[in-house]
T-cell receptor, first 114, second 111 residues
């Protein structure tokens, strides 16, 4: 079974709709992250959380919000989706004891906003 | 302004030869440097890492080199195998929670 799971794996929605992407992990890690990937731009950090009561903005947080419901769950919301939010979204986790901050990624969610 | 750049979007190499992937960076505050590999329809997976106090780290066919004066990170794969065909990302971070990925290089290893 996968250690980091994301649901849904694919989603097509319309402009203006509210969308939630969910991430769950069984690795017992305290740190969780949301990234988006666009062609040629690598992965860019949207939000991250170092524990249940900690939420931090990343490089591109505008238009997104997050909720850390439990240590194992971290969800990403698009309150009013727009076409330029069409991208591949990845959730990741890491262990605070890792000085390298090695991250473990989920399989990704492909989101298309029409 | 991108702090980390992978200037080659793609690289094609013959099986058995060396693959060299490169990253250049501008910020001297990074402490740790990692390489990730990504196959289609999967999330990135960790490959190898190096800290800023070292200039080389080796793991089997994979060697990472760090040139701090040139602000240059490279990954060498020797010998390259068709299963190495993937997108490779460099990832930089520090204790101040600066987390930055490069744009990726698609490696194709031809049999």
């Amino acid at each position: 079974d996968a250690d980091v799971t994301q649901t849904p794996r694919n989603r097509i929605t319309k402009t203006g709709k509210r969308i939630m992407l969910e991430c769950s992990q069984t690795k017992g890690h305290d740190r969780m992250y949301w990234y988006r990937q666009d062609p040629g731009l690598g992965l860019r950090l949207i939000y991250y959380s170092f524990d249940v009561k900690d939420i931090n903005k990343g490089e591109i947080s505008d238009g997104y919000s997050v909720s850390r419901q439990a240590q194992a769950k971290f969800s990403l919301s698009l309150e009013s989706a727009i076409p330029n939010q069409t991208a591949l979204y990845f959730c990741a986790t890491s262990d605070f004891r890792s000085s390298y901050n090695e991250q473990f990624f989920g399989p990704g969610t492909r989101l298309t906003v029409l | 302004d991108q702090q980390v750049k992978q200037n080659s979007p793609s690289l094609s190499v013959q099986e058995g030869r060396i693959s060299i992937l490169n990253c250049d960076y501008t910020n001297s505050m990074f402490d740790y440097f990692l390489w990730y590999k990504k196959y289609p329809a999967e999330g990135p997976t960790f490959l190898i890492s190096i800290s800023s106090i070292k200039d080389k780290n080796e793991d089997g066919r994979f060697t990472v080199f760090l040139n701090k004066s040139a602000k240059h990170l490279s990954l060498h794969i020797v010998p390259s195998q068709p299963g190495d065909s993937a997108v490779y990302f460099c990832f930089f971070n520090n204790a101040g929670n600066m987390l930055t990925f490069g744009g990726g290089t698609r490696l194709m290893v031809k049999p």
